[in-house]
T-cell receptor, first 113, second 112 residues
């Protein structure tokens, strides 16, 4: 099976713009989670989607949003970008349940200038 | 602050064993994970342990779990230069969906 894919891999934006990142989970996986990785804060959970519904959300402002489509692909959106949003955004997929293993994609590196 | 704590850095010689330690806080975590991250890459799942186990061995990797002390360790036998990377432990709190809480990562440097 193909792994988790994320597009684009690299992105440069300016402050105030918005950005949409995409994640395609492993075939058959219904749960998609998003994480932000920065040198200062480490890996932080953004949100999780399962069967098109947000199931859990981390402590991030409302500028960060996401959605999941019927084919389990997920997008996350960040509006009104700030310099501090520069990070590696990682997507992870899982079949469904708590006991299943979570697999990560290569990430999208977002730079905000 | 982080709920999962790891030391920042570990340096070993090629062929030695490496031991990376982690302490976690959520006793409800049924699974604990070790991930590896190489420069410019995402997270690669190395291994995981179920909370009712004390030890799990997988080729060169040995995971030890002390549930009483909430301490997890990853031992890499015969460490190779290709093992140089950042290693993250993560806990999966029972009532948090599929959220993982990660430690800050331990940078392992393997010297030839």
């Amino acid at each position: 099976k193909a792994g988790v894919t994320q597009t684009p891999r690299y992105l440069i934006k300016t402050r105030g713009q918005q950005v949409t990142l995409s994640c395609s989970p492993i075939s058959g996986h219904r749960s998609v989670s998003w994480y932000q990785q920065t040198p200062g804060q480490g890996l932080q959970f953004l949100f999780e989607y399962f069967s098109e519904t947000q199931r859990n959300k981390g402590n991030f402002p409302g500028r960060f949003s996401g959605r999941q489509f019927s084919n389990s692909r997920s997008e996350m959106n960040v509006s009104t970008l700030e310099l501090g949003d520069s990070a590696l955004y990682l997507c992870a997929s899982k079949e469904a349940g708590y006991t299943d293993t979570q697999y990560f994609g290569p990430g999208t590196r977002l730079t905000v200038l | 602050g982080e709920d999962v704590e790891q030391s920042l850095f570990l340096s070993v010689r090629e062929g030695d064993s490496s031991v990376i330690n982690c302490t976690y806080t959520d006793s409800s975590s049924t699974y604990l994970y070790w991930y590896k991250q190489e420069p410019g890459a995402g997270l690669q799942l190395l291994t995981y342990i179920f909370s009712n186990m004390d030890m799990k061995q997988d080729q060169r990797l040995t995971v030890l779990l002390n549930k009483k002390d909430k301490h997890l360790s990853l031992r890499i036998a015969d460490t190779q230069t290709g093992d140089s990377a950042i290693y993250f432990c993560a806990e999966a709190p029972r009532n948090a969906g599929n959220m993982l809480t990660f430690g800050g990562g331990t940078r392992l440097m393997v010297k030839p």
